[in-house]
């Protein structure tokens, strides 16, 4: 019941026990990442099948160390430069880590090939109807690569601010409760 799928015993201790805070990477952050799974994924959304590789990402160093960052290569898009662009990016990805693929396509052993491989990344940040997220915009290699942390996107949804009227007075230091 204690074993964990590694085949150790668990330990019960805090660090291995509770989840990882989620933390958004500045924009333009340039990071040493490893990879800790390659793999394809496929879905349905609404009535359209989604097909694509999904490439995770565990960043080695601080501030943001442990921290995964997800890259979605869509080799199969309808849109043709979105499909180039991502071949593209799916085999400089195989270049860095000197791996040679299947030219038909990717085994699962070219996949399993890819983990613990180590590759500079620039991360950057989006931002789409109030929720933000990261996403791996270029890949270097590892030797002598320089690490850089970005800075924060200035958020674009509209900010939200009350009116003062008669409706909606402001209230004093004196009216909280607590």
Not at 77 to 87: H, I, T, V
Not at 115 to 135: M, P, V, Y
Not at 156 to 170: L, V
Request: glycine share 6%; charged share 25%.
């Amino acid at each position: 019941m204690f074993t964990l799928s590694t085949g150790e015993r668990a330990r019960g201790v805090a660090e291995a026990a509770f989840a990882q805070q989620i933390l958004h990477i500045p924009n333009n952050t340039f990071a040493l990442a490893m990879i800790e799974k390659c793999e394809e994924k496929s879905f349905s959304y609404n009535g359209q099948d989604m097909r694509f590789f999904n490439v995770e990402w565990r960043l080695m160093n601080a501030p943001f160390k442990g921290t995964a960052v997800r890259q979605k290569i869509d080799i199969f898009s309808d849109n043709p430069a979105k499909a180039d662009r991502a071949k593209e990016m799916f085999m400089l990805l195989f270049n860095l880590c000197n791996i040679n693929p299947n030219p038909s396509g990717p085994t699962a052993n070219d996949l399993y090939l890819l983990q613990k491989k180590i590759c500079g990344l620039r991360i950057q940040e989006w931002e789409l109807n109030g929720k933000t997220g990261n996403w791996v915009s270029e890949l270097h290699p590892a030797s002598g690569f320089v690490e850089e942390l970005g800075i924060k996107m200035p958020s674009k949804e509209p900010k939200i601010s009350q009116a003062h009227d008669e409706r909606n007075p402001p209230f004093e230091d004196s009216e909280i409760l607590f």
